[in-house]
């Protein structure tokens, strides 16, 4: 079986929805206080993040770390309203690019945004590194999860 990454298309594919995905999130008002201005290197970090969890290259850890990661979050007060809003989001996204044709591929994508959206909203929260979530890399996803 392939790769998320080689289903999806690879980084040109993921570029176009995580385009189409920050623009949603910016114009959203339950999303709006996290994401209050554009950064011009966020699609950038998104597209990286989701190739290398898909099972493409691994640029996000070389380049950035998962500490990066953690760090964005921290702080951010992530509500369930904000966590399940931005999942749906994503999953807008890429009904839109039409890359959910596929019922395996769908719930796949589904579950990685949701378990995603669970890490960041925890670590959203955490005062202290032992509150933080147990995982320290980019998980690589597969069709099972």
């Known amino acids: 079986m392939t790769s998320m990454y080689e289903h999806v298309g690879g980084e040109e594919a993921l570029r ?4 189409a995905f ?10 709006k206080s ?3 201005e554009r ?9 990286w993040f989701t190739a290398e969890s898909f099972g493409g290259p691994d640029r996000f850890s070389r380049e950035l770390g998962f500490d990066y990661l953690i760090a964005v979050h921290r702080h ?9 809003r931005f ?18 591929f769908r719930d796949a994508v589904r579950s990685h945004v949701e378990f995603g959206a669970e890490v960041a909203q925890q670590n959203s929260h955490a005062s202290t590194d032992e509150e933080l979530h147990p995982i320290r890399a980019v998980p690589r996803w597969t069709w099972e999860g």
């Open 87 to 104: 999942a749906e989001l994503y999953m807008a996204a890429f009904e839109e690019a039409g890359l959910l044709e596929s019922a395996a």
């Open 16 to 19: 176009r929805v995580e385009t």
């Open 39 to 47: 950064r011009p290197h966020h699609v950038d970090h998104l597209t």
């Open 76 to 84: 951010l007060k992530i509500t369930d309203e904000q966590r399940e």
């Open 22 to 31: 920050y623009d949603k999130v910016l114009a959203d008002p339950v999303l």
């Open 34 to 36: 996290l994401f209050p």
